[in-house]
């Protein structure tokens, strides 16, 4: 069955340091790969998207991401964090092929600390 | 603009009841998108309509769960005999359009939590 798998629910890191948020999918399809964010209280947010082309794809505040489809991976990475970053983040997948619905990772809480 | 909104915020009822959960789409946006969320999990996906049809309902769990889209711009996801389990958070999302196959970004709105006593 295709999934999509965030193996980190939480990473604590301290401000101005750099985090790796991780993402990994299973396909034998071609796929779009997506980053939301989801604030407290708030709906989701797209930070970044991959679709074709350049593995490297850079999005919002300082957020960028890279596939990897050998170890079908779509890591998010941010080399200063800020303590406005503190939030949900969850990966999506989108198999082309297999309709408009996106099937979400279970999240990945980032926290940010002083 | 306006992005997409959702009512009510907060919905509280009792096992067995009824409930309706709208959706406002941004303005102009062809395809609209279904999600629940429960606690501790990602978004699953429920329905999704292109204009007034569904074109893809695989995701609702049962017969209970129902939604339309009469005119093609606002959406109403119905849940009949609700469950204590149909407890989570409904989101709504809207793109311009599915013809690219997934490409267009999906916009969410806040939600609508739903507490089934």
């Known amino acids: 069955a295709q999934s999509v798998t965030q193996l980190d629910s939480q990473v604590p890191v301290f401000e101005e340091a750099p985090v790796e948020l991780r993402c990994n999918y299973s396909?034998?399809?071609?796929?779009?790969l997506f980053w939301y964010v989801q604030y407290p209280n708030q709906g989701l947010q797209l930070l970044l998207k991959?679709?074709?082309?350049?593995?490297l794809v850079k999005g919002i505040n300082g957020f960028e991401a890279e596939f990897n489809k050998s170890q079908t991976s779509f890591h998010l990475r941010k080399p200063s964090v800020h303590i406005s970053d503190t939030a949900e983040y969850f990966c999506?997948?989108?198999?082309?092929?297999?309709?408009?619905?996106?099937?979400f990772g279970t999240g990945t809480q980032l926290k940010v600390e002083l | 603009g306006a992005g997409v909104s959702q009512t009510p915020s907060n919905k509280v009822t009792e096992k067995g009841k009824y409930v309706e959960l709208r959706c406002d789409p941004i303005?102009?946006?062809?395809?609209l998108y279904w999600y629940r969320q429960s606690l501790g999990q990602g978004p699953e996906f429920l329905i999704y309509?292109?204009?007034?049809?569904?074109?893809?309902d695989s995701g609702l769990p049962n017969d209970r769960f129902f939604a339309v889209r009469p005119e093609g711009s606002v959406s109403t996801l119905k849940i009949q005999r609700t469950e204590r389990g149909d407890s989570a958070v409904y989101l709504c999302?809207?793109?311009?359009?599915?013809?690219?196959?997934?490409?267009?970004?999906?916009?969410f709105g806040p939600g609508t939590r739903l507490l089934v006593l």
């Open positions: 999302a809207s793109s311009v359009s599915p013809a690219s196959g997934g490409q267009e970004t999906q916009y």
């Open positions: 396909s034998s399809v071609s796929v779009y």
């Open positions: 991959y679709l074709s082309g350049s593995t």
């Open positions: 999506a997948v989108i198999w082309t092929g297999g309709g408009n619905k996106l099937t």
């Open positions: 303005s102009g946006h062809t395809a």
């Open positions: 309509f292109q204009g007034t049809g569904a074109a893809d």
